[in-house]
Structures are given as C-alpha cells and as structure tokens.
C-alpha cells in the first residue's frame, strides 16, 4: 500500500496494487499495520457495502457531527466513481475546499477520509458497488449533509447528475453563516 498525499489536509489516496495472473487478481483492502498512521488512533468499528445501479447518480454529501465524527475509508469494490470529500472543518486552511479521486475495482485505490468531511461521489459505471470502513458507529441524531450541487462548493461533477435522492436533493445549501464542524 502506498500513501499519497492530497492537497487537503488529512485527505490520502491509498494506492494499493493488485497482484494479478490468469486465475484472477489479490489484493490487500486494509491493513492497521500498513495506515496506521492515518488512523490516528482510531479503530474500525463498522463496515457497510453499497450498491448504486444508475450512472450519473449522487450519493452523498453525508457526515456526522461530534461527538460521532467518523473517518471513512472507501474503496470500490465492483464498476467506478468519482469520490469526493469536503472539508468542513471550521479550524482547517482549506476549509469548504474539496478534493477527489477516481476509485474503481480496477485500481484498488481508497480514499481516505477524515473526520469532520463531508462525503460523496457520482456513479460512473452502472452497479458500481463500494466497502466503507468506519471508525464511529451511524448515530442518526448526529447525522449531517450539505447539498450536493451547493454554489459555494462549485463541485463539477463529471456526468450529468441523475438519480439523486429526494433527501439528498433538500439537504440545506450553506449559507453565510455556516461556521463548519469543531472537532
């Protein structure tokens, strides 16, 4: 496994490479040992799968406010997406800044990211399926989201958006006087 840096904070791109021969490919999803680093002390305490059928659809841009903050790790298990994470730390350089990467079953990359960040991505391949590994339990009372399309964030999704869920549609844009998350 390989740690790259991105340009936000505390955001890593775990490059890890498949070993692979005519039988089909190997490789390691995680290893405490190997990212601990980037753990920062924090276990995985929860892992969950999800399906997305339509390309185009948006997932997200989901977190959990303290004191249930989560670090997720994600990785594509089956098509492709386009990941990103913003930062809503109140306290960061680079807060409302976003970074992304393509993770697909092809490059076995992860996404490494930290608490206080918002969380989503956009199908590129039908049935694209994810593993996230999570380092705090879902508390519903400390569920949080922004809007996917929010002008502040400007993100540029790379498809059309499409498939987009009614929830995730009226999650609140920020307004002027969203001060972020304090860890």
């Given amino acids: 496994m390989k740690i790259v840096f991105t340009p936000i ?10 070993f692979q021969d005519e039988r089909g490919v190997f490789y390691r999803a995680f290893c405490d040992r190997e990212i601990d680093a980037l753990l920062q002390g924090e276990t995985i305490c929860q892992v969950n799968v999800s399906r997305t059928e339509a390309a185009g659809a948006i997932p ?26 913003v930062n809503l730390r109140t306290d960061s350089s680079t807060f409302l800044q976003w970074d992304q990467a393509e993770l697909s079953a092809d490059n076995a990359y992860m996404m490494v990211i930290p608490q206080g960040f918002a969380h989503g991505f956009q199908v590129l391949e039908p049935g694209s399926e994810l593993l996230y590994l999570h380092t705090a339990y879902y508390e519903p009372q400390s569920d949080g989201a922004i809007r996917y399309s929010d002008p502040k964030l400007n993100i540029p999704w790379p498809l059309k958006v499409r498939d987009v869920s009614d929830g ?7 307004s002027e006087d969203f001060r972020g998350i304090v860890l």
């Fill in 60 to 85: 997200g841009m989901h977190f959990q406010y303290p004191p249930h903050a989560e670090m997720k790790l994600i990785r594509c298990l089956k098509g492709r997406v386009w990941d990103v994470a």
């Fill in 9 to 18: 904070q505390d955001v890593y791109l775990v490059e890890t490479t498949p």
């Fill in 168 to 174: 995730d549609s009226s999650h609140p844009l920020l």
